[in-house]
DNA sequence: CTGTTAGCGCATTCAG
DNA sequence: CTGAATGCGCTAACAG
């Protein structure tokens, strides 16, 4: 009879008995070594280069119902928002031997749920998933999971375990405040892709601008959300929507419906870029005539002509603060503060200095520093 | 004694007992269905769910040594044009089941080969990796890993086993031939980050320009890749190297050093983008004084005033196909052609069209009013 | 510090 | 179409 062995790979009982030692000590010298004398140690571990042995990790998991593997669930794997996110999170892996199983939710609680549920059947070690709007489903199973579940780029009173991120309400309040300060009063908001997070924003904007007796609720420029598109299968994903030239397009309506605007909030930098690119197709002088300001502060932002004012969040941060967390709770530590708030800094650039105070100060430092 | 079955989930044994059949059936009808019949499988199903029973895949990745994980190897996560490759082998996946690993290399081969031995423990269905700068003891692993193996992003003659990707030489060589042709003779090239792909683009550019007799080696603008951060251990990445910051600070600076160039080919849209902004920072008119070309075709090149001339790559669609390979290979169906070319276009616009051809009307609108 | 025993939960034979 | 026996490769729990 042949042995059932279907790969010939060598097995931890192959590198045991190469060692002349049991095969536990062999488990053991790769998992805990200082918990075995440093002879054996050594013959395991010439045992294991020779035969050029590789731990399976599938029955590593079963043996010991632990998993090695981070399941990370974001909207959108091309928004460079959750990118520096994702990042965040890798570079908080470092040597933790931990990793990612990445699945993109697409915006959707639906698929965020079908999605926990297959990542379920993994039993990951831990979970980090983006934002609050979980289905109920999706909440119950995330807590039945008994490992550390950190939610991010959101806050609530009630998170599952732990939550970091930062107000959206605040951030949008903020810096419409900022524009008023700076003496704009009609104040467009730009919303692109209205999901939760954008209807935070647009609140603060609300709220900012209705203090200030400015509302004027035909000041937004958006896209319907009831697009076919956006339904599960779609490929398109929604990235149109929180594009440059969707930024231009909603730029140049505005300016033909509502000449008399003098800013645009808008939700994304994405979103701003196009703005500026219409204002100078039309000959609108930024900051001058119209005000331009952003979302989250992409890199680009500061390197515009002119510069464009916008909102810093601490995306990578925020991956990389829910990397550690997670591996302070597998190591033992406790969850500590549920609610992390990790804030936000309102990047004043000349876009919205319509008083040159900007200018006046970038005279005597330019921005960019040259080699 | 208690049992030691410390979790109490229920098992397959636990299902086919409420079900009243063997174990195996209960495997059966949740993984080839129409081999049991329906009677059965009713009860099976009433029981699942009452149950609340979820397979465990470890278990399964055990018994059957097949697991449903697709690793997926990238340089970056940031820079779009990897984040779009990802989304399209996310798009790719549909209802196949199959999950992703993702591994971040940071362009580093090592660190590569470090994370495709760590994979290997997970025994993946499948390897989509980028490039084809593998390091020997990497090709070594994958080609021992007896699983599907894509390499994405790049060509070669000699793929581990299927590479679908385009020639970044003839993109260049292409881009430039396009320059040249538009009566542009200085050109310079910007580099950000030189990475082997960036190379290649550089010898098709200058392959163009020595045709031409117009290669000028002082015309390379770019930062030099010795720079620590590039480090396993950074956690700035590389992407301040290709960021629109740097695009222009490298125009501020060759128009400094050398003010008769007549046009930038940047490796990467971002440059170019920062690029167009120092022009209009210097009111260096775009097109006629200077052209501007990229490599990428990202959303705001469109966008851009004036719109951006660029290479259109089909990233998404070798994402796309990669993970549909894969799918193929998986079921059973044979490798075809080792080596696919899914090409590229030159997308011109208004930024190379050094002669009006283009958009005679669009460069009616007055110079920019800005500072 | 090291070894023995006994599974982890499932899928693969091969029978019926 | 269904089932019984067996083991995938590793580790927990105890013992020495």
Known sequence: ???????????????????????????????????????????????????????????RALASSRTDVVAVL?????????????????????DSGLRIELANTRYSAELEEQLVFGIMRHRPAAVIISGTEQTARTRKMLEAAKCPVVQIMDLTDDPIQKIIGFSHERAGLEMTRH?????????????????????????????????????DPDLLGQRSNDNPEFSRGSRQDFHQFSSTVMGRELMLEMLERRPDIDAVFCNNDVLSLGALFACQAKGVAVPQQVGIAGFNDFDFMAAAEPPLTSIRIHRWRCGFEAMKAVQGQLNGEPVGEPVVDLGFEIIKRASTDRNGEVAAAAQEAPPLALS
Chains 1, 2 share one sequence.
């Open 1 to 59: 009879m042949t042995k059932k062995r279907s790969s010939n790979r060598p097995t931890i009982a192959d590198v045991a008995e190469r060692a002349g030692v049991s095969a536990i000590t062999v488990s053991r010298a790769l998992r805990e070594p200082q918990k075995v004398s440093s002879e054996l140690r050594r013959a395991i571990d010439g045992a294991v280069s020779e035969l050029n042995y590789v731990p399976d990790l599938n029955a």
């Open 74 to 94: 974001v909207p959108s794997l091309t928004q460079h928002i959750f990118s520096d996110v994702v990042r965040g999170i890798y570079d908080g892996l470092e």
């Open 179 to 215: 524009l008023i300060e700076a003496g704009y009063r009609r104040i467009a908001f730009f919303a692109g892709w209205m999901n939760a997070r954008s209807l935070q924003r647009h609140g603060g904007y609300r709220q900012a601008m209705e203090e200030a007796g400015l509302y």
